[in-house]
Nanobody, 124 residues
Framework: QVQLVESGGGLVQAGGSLRLSCAAS????????MAWFRQAPGKEREFVAA????????LSADSVKGRFTISRDNAKNTVSLQMNSLKPEDTAVYYC?????????????????WGQGTQVTVSS
């Protein structure tokens, strides 16, 4: 069992930066691949970025490449999402998720555990 708690969301102007963090409970954090997804009002939840168990491999959606960076600290049981050059279209609730596998990181349905989400609002 893993419990995930996101933090770091807020209101920021376009072009600004935010850093989201996700704290995981349990002693097996390093066994899980981790990811960030987001859901804007009236839209489907979408993949943002994922990171392998060791942190060596990362993936990101085309819409955030070059602007967002996912990282993890297995000693601290945390995964982070550094978001730079934010745009109004990045406005959404951001969720972190954990998966014991690394088979389909883009697919939200493979993830075993989810956090409650944190709101990010980017004003123009």
């Amino acid at each position: 069992q893993v419990q995930l708690v996101e933090s770091g969301g807020g209101l920021v102007q376009a072009g600004g930066s935010l850093r989201l963090s996700c704290a995981a409970s349990g002693r097996t954090f390093s066994s899980y691949a981790m990811a960030w997804f987001r859901q804007a009002p009236g839209k489907e939840r979408e993949f943002v970025a994922a990171i392998s168990r060791s942190g060596v491999t990362t993936l990101s959606a085309d819409s955030v490449k070059g602007r967002f960076t996912i990282s993890r600290d297995n000693a601290k049981n945390t995964v982070s999402l550094q978001m730079n050059s934010l745009k109004p279209e990045d406005t959404a609730v951001y969720y972190c998720a954990a998966d014991l596998q690394w088979g389909a990181p883009y697919n939200q349905h493979v993830y075993d555990y989810w956090g409650q989400g944190t709101q990010v609002t980017v004003s123009s």
